[in-house]
């Protein structure tokens, strides 16, 4: 690993510290320093791009890897050992400012000492080299890892977690908890299964394999499996030939741009989409089981709504006994300012389930309540029932962002790059449209014509970023993007709208 | 850690080495070694069971967990620091010899010094620290890592690998291979989706969801999740209150132990079989668009069919242009005395997938060949694509494998056990029935009355051992399982037979 120095402690204590897990001494030691000064002393001042990307190292690599893996999607070939806190380093020794960020995921920077030090402790590395089975053959302080980590962060009003491995296994392990539920509900508390059940399951047929649905959303994306799958509607390519459940789809809402200027117009909107879920649970050809929902719309183009349509929707799905899942795989773990974006709502009753994966790094959760563990068990398990090295990594995560008190870091830098952004498109009114994102963190985005080349152009720049939907940019910087990370992209952004 | 010693060199040696990766190095220096003496000498010479299972520290452990995690399905709470070798060691010191191995997923060992050197070296660190997304921007070394470790061990005539994170995500994105790789001859090579494809697919509608299927066999077991959870068939409380898809099951064969008394009524009831397999390939619904079976089934019983109906079965799936794929998420890796069960089969023509993941450790993995590329990217896609890590800590296993030459080890202590075992059941003919397994390595059952009384029971005399289906005792010890380990567990069987 390259050296690396994270402002004040040098690595050798802090490795020792974090080994030792003292997260309240970490915290105490460092809480008080300014958020103006660099979370990464080793960080470059600026991008350096010195070949096309890919460069002649790197074209020679994809090459190779072409043989055994599909590098029609890869984006950039990269040298990890380099790569430092906001940068990502590429074959050919380009160093990119990352505002995309692994899609999403990195949290706290490349190379971070404190992360390093955890996966690095004889506790982890414990868990990777002995891979227990979790749910038959639980490690003594599995209880302490999920409290001291994962339920810490808990949002309100749900106090279970189940560890999974992905972003999909989070999502679908979810939607069955919501069946099993709602079949416990419809058969009666303490009701045993019938005969017909047990034989008709066995041949995936109703009632044992009962004719339930989940309803998304237009334009949302939960995930590839075959049961996310089939409430993913994000593009068609991610979903022909591939056989689906017919479950519905209601209209998410299309807001337009400035806010300020169409409320009513939105208003109406968000309106039209309500009655609609509403209508599709009155009249679906089977039960709803649950509504799955983003807070932001994220692989399907940046769409937002209002709290107001949020808590509506909340409110339909408890009268009419649909679950409530929320699904902050992607806005989850502070990007947009708050821990969980669906805070921003401040709902007057919690969701049922919130799932999430992508800064949890390789692990899928959904949080719930103990009225979601089935009746018997068995029924919601599988081999490795998450993975405990990842659960110890997020623990690792979490302190990271308390220490250095980055979701607040990441609201205010957030609110300086929207302002900024503004006044940017106000210049290029034509480039920069339908800004969005404000007061959600980093959790920005806009649309622009000739998108992919934008991205492109970007590379050439220093800068790494990313699209999504038709025509959106979105960004999706770390909890350690700062101001003046944020104003080597606005100046790069407008060198790349002038190029 | 528990302070270790491998049998031969010592661990500083052996850390610098497989950091820097020289498999070759270690395998000559090694290989000479004669397979009688232990691989671990820190091994305990015998059990040592000193409370009840759970004693008093675990009772109030699992209390604890109970809190926030379903402990329901808990089997022991263990010390893993502790455990070494083939022992696992519970929160009360209780010592036993460990014949399930995390539901049989422990390749090589607790604390095998080989794999902690390997999971601790900085490039695996690095990947943990820096989780790529790897469809995306994957490490200058992946190629490299997939060549000398997963695609070194492809079963005969496959090249790829689809790197995916658990068994059922292997499972599921080889189904969606085999839709695809379906629509896609039936389309014809090159042609476009068409307007209504796309359209309909977004309404999970055919025919851009298509109506196509999985075959699978009563009693499989296949993952959980939506997809896979279709063509599992083992126990209604797998599959109970979650809708699935209208897939058709065929039988798998019943045979009639011991199997050389009933050769000919076993023939009949293959042929049956395979017979019935062309009757629902010919009159479903819905075309299938593979085939799915697992070489012995695991989970469903530990059920046997010889190496002829698996090759008729190729030959029946290759004539009506059906996918064959070959799940040995649990059989693969040496278990059965090959490195994959169906290498004990001779068949004429490759199979088109083989799924695995147990024994490869918190990862998932389809190997196929290059055909099963989809025409365009991002169709087989998602955030993390496999793990880069668990790649790293695959190769290792592998070579632990390779050095000490354990796929021998398991094929001769297995031919070992399960003679020794048919002279037990001559001896106690009602509480041994139908032994299974003969030339399989130690993938070795048999059927016993009061089957879960038994299983507790040989905790009591210091073996950990588990069962499948309705009443069968399954053995899947590590491939570090040696003769000496055999003798122990015959006598304890016989110890806990007589009490």
Not at 221 to 244: E, N, Q, V, W, Y
Not at 334 to 345: I, S
Not at 393 to 410: A, S, Y
């Amino acid at each position: 690993m390259t050296s690396l120095l994270l402002r004040s402690a040098p690595l050798g204590a802090r490795a020792v510290r974090a080994a030792t897990h003292q997260p309240q001494l970490f915290r105490s030691a460092y809480a008080t320093l300014s958020a103006a000064s660099p979370y990464f002393n080793n960080e470059p001042s600026k991008p350096s791009v010195t070949t096309p990307i890919p460069g002649p190292v790197s074209k020679k690599a994809i090459d190779e890897l072409n043989d055994v893996f599909d590098t029609r999607s890869l984006n950039m070939i990269c040298d990890y050992n380099k790569s430092v806190g906001n940068y990502l380093v590429d074959l050919d020794g380009n160093m990119l400012l990352d505002v995309y960020a692994q899609i999403a995921s990195i949290p706290v920077g490349y190379n971070n000492p404190h992360l390093h030090a955890t996966v690095s402790s004889p506790e982890s590395i414990n868990f990777i080299v002995n891979r227990p089975a979790l749910g038959n053959f639980p490690p003594g302080n599995w209880a302490s890892i999920l409290k001291s980590g994962i339920l810490a962060v808990a949002p309100k009003g749900l106090n279970q977690v189940f560890t999974g491995m992905a972003g999909s296994d989070a999502i679908e392990t979810s939607y069955k908890a919501a069946f099993m539920y709602r079949r416990r509900i419809e058969r009666g508390e303490g009701v045993e299964f019938t005969a017909q059940e047990i034989e008709s399951a066995m041949k995936n047929q109703s009632p044992g394999s009962p004719d339930l649905a989940i309803m998304s959303f237009k334009k949302a994306f939960h995930g590839r499996l075959f049961g996310s799958l089939s409430t993913t509607r994000s593009k068609p390519i991610h979903k022909l030939d591939i056989p689906a459940f017919d479950w519905p789809q209601a209209s998410f809402p299309v807001l337009k741009y400035p806010l300020e200027d169409n409320v009513q117009a939105n208003m109406e909107e968000e309106g039209r989409c309500l009655a609609e879920v509403e209508d599709i649970i009155i009249s679906w050809h089977c039960p709803i089981a649950a509504v799955v929902i983003e807070p932001i719309q994220s692989e399907g183009g940046d769409n937002h709504a209002s709290p107001i349509f949020f808590k509506a929707l909340r409110e339909i799905t408890k009268r009419h006994g649909v679950l409530f899942i929320i699904d902050e795989v992607q806005t989850g773990v502070g990007a947009t300012g708050k821990f969980w974006a669906h805070d921003h709502w401040e709902l007057d009753s919690p969701p049922d389930m919130v799932t999430f994966s992508k800064k949890a790094q390789t692990a899928g959760y959904y949080f719930g309540n103990p009225l979601l563990r089935p009746n018997l068990p068995y029924r919601q398990f599988n081999t490795w029932m998450g993975d405990p090295m990842r659960a110890i990594l997020f623990r690792g995560i979490i302190e990271e962002i308390q220490r250095l008190d980055l979701v607040k870091n990441t609201a205010e830098t957030g609110a300086y790059l929207y302002s900024s952004l503004k006044d940017l498109a106000s210049k290029y009114p034509g480039k920069i449209q339908n800004l969005r994102g404000k007061d959600r963190g980093t959790f920005i985005a806009w649309d622009t014509p000739d998108r992919d080349l934008f991205l492109k152009k970007m590379k050439t720049v220093g800068i790494n970023i990313g699209g999504s939907g038709e025509s959106a940019v979105r960004l999706r910087p770390m909890l350690v993007f700062q101001k003046h990370h944020a104003n080597i992209l606005l100046e790069r952004i407008e060198q790349a709208l002038k190029g």
